[in-house]
């Protein structure tokens, strides 16, 4: 059955949509659709141009035997900027301050929603960097690197920080903890990363670096190249992590428990992210 | 600017899909693209019938003054029968047996776009229930909770299985572990979940049903009304759960450590998502 241009439209859209960052052969929609592929690439270039229009990113078109389409979600700057205003709106309300100065952010990390959105952001700052996989460690970072890693179209790799790990042969180190300055343990299974992987470091919150470290010392471990590292929300000082280093979507500050009263603004992110899209320029 | 139909089909199909489950008010479009409201039904229903052929879902549209459009993904039987195959097959590579009688999944729950397919499946089995969050056990089952809450639209909400939960009061449960017969205790902040709450748990794997049951006791101090319960895979006995009771997608057995093998056949998901559309229809 021949489909008219615009339903082959809805159907091109949904499937680039699903299928983020990967490429797709022209000739899988030549042979789906029973179209010529002058009429395939027409549909692209109308995809292509409403993509661009809405800011949903952009439709790459490449040529040649290995040619096809990429779709990238890209945000713009202004949508990268509503992005964290709105993330730095929902921290303010409530009754977010706990006792020890940690900041109630389960809600925001249960929402499929607003991770998406904040996902996106933190994948569109490493989508131009070799990345074999999104690690993270439990169980607060893994909706973050899911969000990441779906964008990305890459496998997630949860470290874990009890000593549970039933998959063979594991890898364990200490790390002092940044907030409770107790010797702590997490642990990675052999074979869930390949040795020699390029990977993205993700976690929910940084106070202290303390995790951060640890897991940088276990991909040392793994011989795992740390192409970048990203959280949503950094707390006091970064401890022995350069800032320069990380991107994080906020800043939480002057946390004061007796007013249950703290600061958040803007992270270094917006900055990161123009920094990736200089890059990318310069390498084109 | 006045969108051509070609694009406004491209922009409303993007946002349709990425807004499952959610109602959309046709002047949400009509403002939107500056379009008469007869233009844009007409849009819809190009978009309606492509979802339809492509197998994709439903758009329901509902007049009225709280009128609007409804995205929701709906799996074909075939589809649906698809997936499980393909995640048997998956199930059945590599050396999947771990000491224990443990089976490794990591690197399937580490994979995005499996879980995505795996998270639809189930969302379908339940997305004409009412409900107001999926409820799981770190750390694997998040995940799964996670792929399954952004098709249904609704919060994930983490049980913990540690004591580090700092987010103020909390409920905590013994249990006894189904797989090591020890007691065990989880663990959820009070904030984290409204009295009288209606949830879909979900958890990776059901061995000895043991942490099933601690989180059914967990979200009666809740006064939660389980709605669901769904596994990706269940092993041995399911213990003191009725079967007909929950979901699962896959059933290991015949668990050898000496050989390493083990066998993987067809859960009861096919079942219960025909069960689901038959209670759907009767109540149409």
């Known amino acids: 059955m021949k489909h008219k241009r615009s339903e082959r439209i809805v159907m091109m859209t949904e499937y680039l949509l699903k299928n983020p960052n990967k490429l ?12 010529a592929k002058s009429s395939i690439s027409e549909d692209i270039y109308i995809i292509k141009t409403s993509f661009q229009d809405e800011n949903i ?8 035997v290995n040619g096809g389409v990429i779709f990238q979600p890209v945000l713009s700057d202004m949508s990268a900027k509503e992005i964290i205003l709105e993330f730095i709106n929902i921290l303010k309300e409530n009754n977010r301050l706990l006792a020890g100065g940690y900041i109630y952010l389960s809600d925001i990390i249960g929402n499929p929603n607003i991770m998406n959105k904040l996902g996106l952001l933190i994948a569109n700052i490493y989508q131009n960097n070799e990345i074999d996989a999104v690690v993270t460690v439990a169980s607060k970072g893994i909706p973050v690197a ?14 874990r920080r009890d000593n549970k790990v039933t998959e063979g042969t594991t890898v364990a180190v200490n790390f002092v903890s940044g907030s409770t300055r107790k010797i702590e343990t997490m642990i990675l299974a052999k074979r869930s990363l390949k040795e020699g992987s390029k990977v993205l470091l993700v976690d929910d919150f940084l106070r202290g670096g303390g995790v951060m470290t640890g897991m940088r010392t276990l991909m040392q471990e793994f011989k795992a190249e740390v192409v970048g590292m990203a ?5 006091f000082d970064s ?21 249950g009263k703290f600061k958040v603004e803007e992270g270094n992110a917006i900055n990161q992210l123009i920094k990736a899209r200089e890059v990318k320029l310069e390498n084109e």
């Open 24 to 35: 797709i052969p022209l000739t899988y929609f030549v042979n789906k659709f029973n179209q």
């Open 57 to 64: 990113g952009n439709v790459i078109t490449l040529s040649g």
């Open 231 to 235: 959280v949503l929300a950094e707390c």
């Open 239 to 259: 401890g022995n992590i350069d800032s320069a280093e990380y991107t994080y979507l906020v800043r939480l500050s002057d946390i004061n428990e007796f007013t």
């Open 146 to 159: 899911y969000a990441v890693a779906s964008v990305l179209n890459k496998p997630v790799v949860i470290i």
